[in-house]
């Protein structure tokens, strides 16, 4: 039985885009992309050339109102998220957006407004994948009472980054492409809420040690506005308290980066390359394998297609969990600029 044939346009051909996204769909029967849009056409051309695309633009008109065009990724930086996922949708394609979701909530909540009246298209953004292996496993051992209350999370995204001040400017360091994100922080918000559920409340206080770096577009020196340096307590609904540190000028830490879970029960310790361990009360941490059967892998292009294809759920990730995560990140932003607590409420 023939499968459905799915075309393919590409906006925004940049480096996750072309390790991931279009080899990922250009692996899955049917998939086929058709057109790559990118600021520039000697940059669209060779993306081209390098997957065999026939057709390059510069202009994204000109994939919206293609007829052959069933879905539409974006991957360029957040600052073009809300308007391309927007027209996309309006446009009747499907549509796989590169994370983070936009620049702050409001754009967020626009987008999950326009997906939702557009029941038809498939609306899913690039998930964190820093748990794929163990995130079910995690949420079970929260849920089923293995840990106990869980009281406390330790949170720890250190590196050392921005301590070369010659290095050139990312946009990562620039409010005006990034917005309320901060380095990459939300990849683990969007883990922390698939294991321990939404967050309530934040106090966060940051600092720009490296103020200014060269601009490999101009040559000039811009100005940085988002933190190297930020430290998070957040509250969650489930009362569990959160501690992030983020930090993006500190050699040589103690502990490698990870998040660790302390309840009544037992400690769970995750470290990035997703490993675990488990301590019940009394205990030492004894390495933790994920349930059978719930190891996840990166599979985000297929998941796409399959949801197109046979209308399966977005799991990883909604509109809905985009939203929820922007508003943290929006809440982050505000209480560091006004020096008080916020409510995710308000955002």
């Known amino acids: 039985m023939a499968v459905q044939p799915i075309r393919v346009g590409v906006i925004g051909a940049g480096a996750n885009t072309r390790s991931r996204h279009i080899p990922g769909l250009q692996a899955v029967e049917g998939v086929q992309i058709v057109a790559v849009c990118n600021r520039s056409e000697a940059s669209g051309r060779k993306v081209a050339d390098e997957f065999g695309i026939e057709r390059v633009v510069t202009d994204p008109n000109a994939i919206f109102n293609r007829n052959d065009v069933d879905a539409v990724v974006v991957g360029t930086w957040p600052y073009r998220h809300r308007e391309f996922v927007v027209r996309a949708l309006e446009a009747g394609k499907h549509v796989l957006t590169e994370a983070r979701m936009a620049m702050d909530a409001t754009e967020a909540r626009e ?13 899913q953004i690039v998930p964190s994948p820093l748990d794929f292996r ?52 939300g990849l683990f918000i969007e883990a922390v809420h698939r294991w321990l559920g939404p967050t309530k409340r934040v106090m966060a206080d940051g600092t720009v040690w490296v103020t200014e770096r060269i601009d490999p577009e101009t040559g000039k020196p811009h ?32 502990s490698g980066n990870g998040v660790s879970l302390y309840g009544s029960k037992a400690t769970l310790h995750w470290q990035q390359g997703d490993r675990m361990t488990l301590a019940p009360l009394g205990n030492e941490p004894q390495p933790l394998e994920p349930d059978p059967g719930t190891a996840g892998d990166w599979r985000v ?10 209308g399966t759920p977005v799991t990883l990730t909604n509109f809905e969990d985009g939203l929820l995560y922007m508003r943290v990140t929006e809440a982050i932003t505000r209480s560091r600029l006004e020096g008080r607590a916020v409510n995710i409420a308000e955002v």
């Open 301 to 310: 292009e297929a998941d796409f297609i399959d949801s197109i294809r046979n």
């Open 111 to 123: 987008m999950l407004a326009v997906s939702k009246a557009h029941p038809k298209q498939v609306a």
């Open 223 to 254: 100005p940085i506005d988002v933190p190297d340096s930020l430290g998070v307590l957040a509250v969650m609904e489930n009362g569990a308290r959160v501690d992030y540190r983020v930090s993006a000028v500190t050699h040589a830490p103690a």
């Open 134 to 185: 163990s995130w079910r496993t995690i949420r079970r051992l929260v849920n089923d009472g293995t840990l106990g209350q869980v009281r406390e999370a330790h949170v720890n995204i250190l590196g050392s980054g921005s301590l070369n001040p010659t290095a050139p400017l990312h946009w990562r360091e620039r409010r005006d492409y990034s917005g309320t994100n901060t380095m990459t922080l």
